[in-house]
Structure formats: structure tokens, C-alpha cells
């Protein structure tokens, strides 16, 4: 019996003993030492990425962490190696080479791009599991945001004459959800719904009879960057990145100051001064090989008169998906793809926020929680500690 029981004693000590270890740290550029945001934190098991702020938290049991970001050196280390109090992690640009300026013809890469369009982007409808952050200004102050973590089931990506985005294109399931608000009774800004949201991030094409197109490379990539302006130097500039093999959108970024009247109702008078939007996609590990959304986000400045006091909105959309195939969801949690996204009620989940890394709070949005915890207004909030 005393032989037994030693040898079961040396069995539990021989058993391997996971430990899971959590880094926490900011990614900036190394020559601006500006933060990086939508940077890729991964390894073979987990994932994160970078907010705004440039910041992460990364919780993983294994050692290798690597840092990604299109346009950037990759690095590739071990969490040992970089663990510290204050880890400030810098990625590298690369440079793209400016070659020549391209002619609007039907030949040229932009046109190609558009063309890949109908072979790289499923035409046929598909599942993703999406995170959606949702920031609300007003006059430069927090007062609205929400986390939605779901599932969206497209007809199809982009609109295209042969395959439409039709007014039933998307049904959108909720798993997960939380927000906090300060309930302002003069004025209600409306969000938008997941229709018009979606629709949004995937209006990327212009007239390129208007614009002005300057093509330069990245061969270490095989990347070409078409960067373009108005010809009037007024309106919308930005750029595309495209795989030089075979002309596939990677990543799109344009900004635009609008000139357009006011819309007046009631005793409110409104318009959108700003617009931006980047979106970048990435190839599905699959049979198919389709292209689809990696990440995007749209922000918008609105100034409004309410009684004849001015009142600036600015509103940010970030949305992300997971690579991960879709398995069997709850589709007893659908909601309408119209309402305001901040009209969804959904229960708090507390054991998915605490292990959520999707995207770490700013000190910003931090901040704003413990100014609702204390303030005396009247508020609307599900996050829990």
C-alpha cells in the first residue's frame, strides 16, 4: 500500500503544469513613435490587437507572441523576452517607391483591382463572427459606448451588377453586449444600424475620371499603393493597397470635408462635415480563397445647431472578424438590421468580458466609466465589474 501511494505521489508531481501568462504593453511606430492601431498580436492559439492608443493585452499559454501589421517589418519574439512594466513594442515602416503616375485607361491596376472584385470577393451569402465598438462625442467628451459581439450572415460582400446589395442583404445575431451612456434628454444622435453600417464600409470605389492616381511599390510585398486626390483638390483623398500578382484589394483608406446644406427638423439643423473610412481585408484560409473584411473603421463629424447652440458629433465605428470559421450559433438572438445599434438589448455576460481581448479599453473610455459611476445625470449602463 506505502508503494502505491508513492507512486501516485510522483505522478502528480510529473504532471506538466500549465501556466497561462498575460502581456500587456503599446505598439507605436519606430520612426514617429506614433501608436499603431488594428496591429495583429497572435500566436498559434490566441489573438489580439492593438486599440486606437496603440495598446493590447494578450493573454496566451504559450511563449511566441508575433506583431503584424500590413506595411510594417514583422516581428516575431517570445513573451519572456519582452515582459516588462512599461513594454513599448516598434515596428518599422517600410517604404513604398514612387514609380509613376497612372493613366485612367482600362489597363491600369486600378481598374484590374475593380475587376478582382467579382473573382476575389464571395458573391455567395456567408457567416462571420464579428466585434463591433461603437464611440459616441459630443463637443470632444464621451458620451456613448458599446461593445457588440455577434454573428452576421451576408448575401453578398460588394455590390456588383450581377449580384446586388438588396435591402434584405444581412441578418444579424447578438451573443454579446455591453454599453454605457449618459441619457441626454435635449438632443438624441441617432446611430446607425447594421445596414447602413455595413453597406458604408464596403463603399470603396471612386470616379477615376475626377481623381488624380499616383501608383508606387512594395516589392518586398509584391503590394502597389494607388494614392489619389481630386483633380480639383477639393473632396475625397486617400488610398488603395493591391497584391501586384493579381491586383486584390488589401486595404483602403479615404477622408473627405464635405460641403452640403443643412437638414433642419424641428428645432434641430445638422450636417456631416467629415468622413473616414479604412478597411482592410484579408484571405480566407479555405477552399474558396475569398477575400473578405478584416477590419474597418468609419468616423464622422456632424455639427449641429439645437436651438441655435452649436453641437459637434464625432462617432467612430470599429469593426473586426474573426478568420475562424462560424460553428453552430444561437440564432434565437437576431436582430433588426435597421434600428439604431444602441436600441439593442442584449444581457451583460461577465465571464466574456473578463477574458474578452478583442480590443483593450482606452484610458479615455476608462476614464468616462468611472465619471458615469460618480456623476449625478441621469445614465444608461451594463458594464459590470
Same mark, same amino acid.
Given at each position: 500500500?506505502?508503494?502505491?501511494?508513492?507512486?501516485?505521489?510522483?505522478?502528480?508531481?510529473?504532471?506538466?503544469?500549465?501556466?497561462?501568462?498575460?502581456?500587456?504593453?503599446?505598439?507605436?511606430?519606430?520612426?514617429?513613435?506614433?501608436?499603431?492601431?488594428?496591429?495583429?498580436?497572435?500566436?498559434?492559439?490566441? %489573438?489580439?490587437?492593438?486599440?486606437?492608443?496603440?495598446?493590447?493585452?494578450?493573454?496566451?499559454?504559450?511563449?511566441?507572441?508575433?506583431?503584424?501589421?500590413?506595411?510594417?517589418?514583422?516581428?516575431?519574439?517570445?513573451?519572456?523576452?519582452?515582459?516588462?512594466?512599461?513594454?513599448?513594442?516598434?515596428?518599422?515602416?517600410?517604404?513604398?517607391?514612387?514609380?509613376?503616375?497612372?493613366?485612367?485607361?482600362?489597363?491600369?491596376?486600378?481598374?484590374?483591382?475593380?475587376?478582382?472584385?467579382?473573382?476575389?470577393?464571395?458573391?455567395?451569402?456567408?457567416?462571420?463572427?464579428?466585434?463591433?465598438?461603437?464611440?459616441?462625442?459630443?463637443?470632444?467628451?464621451?458620451?456613448?459606448?458599446?461593445?457588440?459581439?455577434?454573428?452576421?450572415?451576408?448575401?453578398?460582400?460588394?455590390?456588383?451588377?450581377?449580384?446586388?446589395?438588396?435591402?434584405?442583404?444581412?441578418?444579424? %445575431?447578438?451573443?454579446?453586449?455591453?454599453?454605457?451612456?449618459?441619457?441626454?434628454?435635449?438632443?438624441?444622435?441617432?446611430?446607425?444600424?447594421?445596414?447602413?453600417?455595413?453597406?458604408?464600409?464596403?463603399?470603396?470605389?471612386?470616379?477615376?475620371?475626377?481623381?488624380?492616381?499616383?501608383?508606387?511599390?512594395?516589392?518586398?510585398?509584391?503590394?502597389?499603393?494607388?494614392?489619389?486626390?481630386?483633380?480639383?483638390?477639393?473632396?475625397?483623398?486617400? %488610398?488603395?493597397?493591391?497584391?501586384?500578382?493579381?491586383?486584390?484589394?488589401?486595404?483602403?483608406?479615404?477622408?473627405?470635408?464635405?460641403?452640403?446644406?443643412?437638414?433642419?427638423?424641428?428645432?434641430?439643423?445638422?450636417?456631416?462635415?467629415?468622413?473616414?473610412?479604412?478597411?482592410?481585408?484579408?484571405?480566407?484560409?479555405?477552399?474558396?480563397?475569398?477575400?473578405?473584411?478584416?477590419?474597418?473603421?468609419?468616423?464622422?463629424?456632424?455639427?449641429?445647431?439645437?436651438?441655435?447652440?452649436?453641437?459637434?458629433?464625432?462617432?467612430?465605428?470599429?469593426?473586426?472578424?474573426?478568420?475562424?470559421?462560424?460553428?453552430?450559433?444561437?440564432?434565437?438572438?437576431?436582430?433588426?438590421?435597421?434600428?439604431?445599434?444602441?436600441?439593442?438589448?442584449?444581457?451583460?455576460?461577465?465571464?466574456?468580458?473578463?477574458?474578452?481581448?478583442?480590443?483593450?479599453?482606452?484610458?479615455?473610455?476608462?476614464?468616462?466609466?468611472?465619471?458615469?459611476?460618480?456623476?449625478?445625470?441621469?445614465?444608461?449602463?451594463?458594464?459590470?465589474?
Amino acid at each position: 500500500m506505502k508503494n502505491k501511494t508513492l507512486l501516485f505521489s510522483l505522478c502528480i508531481l510529473t504532471l506538466p503544469i500549465f501556466s497561462q501568462k498575460k502581456i500587456t504593453g503599446t505598439v507605436v511606430d519606430k520612426n514617429t513613435n506614433e501608436p499603431i492601431e488594428f496591429v495583429d498580436v497572435f500566436n498559434g492559439s490566441d %489573438y489580439t490587437m492593438t486599440n486606437e492608443e496603440g495598446k493590447f493585452d494578450f493573454i496566451t499559454k504559450n511563449d511566441s507572441i508575433t506583431f503584424n501589421f500590413l506595411g510594417y517589418k514583422k516581428i516575431k519574439t517570445t513573451i519572456n523576452q519582452l515582459n516588462s512594466d512599461s513594454l513599448v513594442v516598434y515596428l518599422e515602416p517600410k517604404t513604398f517607391d514612387l514609380n509613376e503616375v497612372v493613366v485612367s485607361n482600362k489597363n491600369t491596376a486600378f481598374h484590374k483591382m475593380v475587376k478582382t472584385i467579382k473573382n476575389d470577393f464571395s458573391p455567395n451569402d456567408f457567416d462571420e463572427e464579428f466585434f463591433l465598438r461603437t464611440i459616441l462625442k459630443r463637443n470632444d467628451s464621451i458620451i456613448k459606448i458599446q461593445d457588440l459581439n455577434g454573428i452576421i450572415n451576408r448575401k453578398v460582400l460588394f455590390s456588383t451588377t450581377e449580384n446586388p446589395i438588396t435591402k434584405k442583404n444581412y441578418k444579424v %445575431y447578438i451573443n454579446h453586449m455591453r454599453k454605457a451612456a449618459y441619457d441626454k434628454d435635449d438632443v438624441y444622435f441617432k446611430l446607425l444600424g447594421f445596414n447602413e453600417l455595413l453597406t458604408n464600409l464596403v463603399r470603396v470605389a471612386i470616379s477615376t475620371n475626377d481623381f488624380i492616381i499616383n501608383k508606387s511599390f512594395l516589392k518586398e510585398d509584391s503590394l502597389i499603393k494607388l494614392c489619389f486626390k481630386p483633380k480639383t483638390n477639393i473632396g475625397t483623398n486617400g %488610398y488603395y493597397i493591391l497584391n501586384s500578382d493579381d491586383y486584390s484589394l488589401n486595404k483602403v483608406h479615404y477622408k473627405d470635408s464635405i460641403k452640403q446644406d443643412y437638414t433642419i427638423k424641428k428645432n434641430i439643423k445638422y450636417k456631416t462635415i467629415y468622413n473616414e473610412l479604412l478597411v482592410t481585408f484579408y484571405k480566407k484560409e479555405t477552399a474558396t480563397g475569398k477575400y473578405r473584411i478584416d477590419n474597418a473603421k468609419l468616423k464622422y463629424t456632424v455639427e449641429c445647431y439645437y436651438k441655435n447652440t452649436p453641437i459637434s458629433y464625432d462617432v467612430t465605428y470599429i469593426y473586426k472578424t474573426n478568420k475562424d470559421p462560424v460553428q453552430n450559433f444561437d440564432k434565437k438572438n437576431k436582430v433588426s438590421d435597421r434600428r439604431d445599434i444602441f436600441k439593442i438589448k442584449h444581457p451583460f455576460n461577465k465571464n466574456y468580458w473578463s477574458k474578452n481581448q478583442q480590443l483593450k479599453l482606452t484610458t479615455e473610455m476608462l476614464d468616462f466609466l468611472k465619471e458615469l459611476e460618480n456623476s449625478t445625470s441621469k445614465t444608461i449602463t451594463n458594464f459590470k465589474n
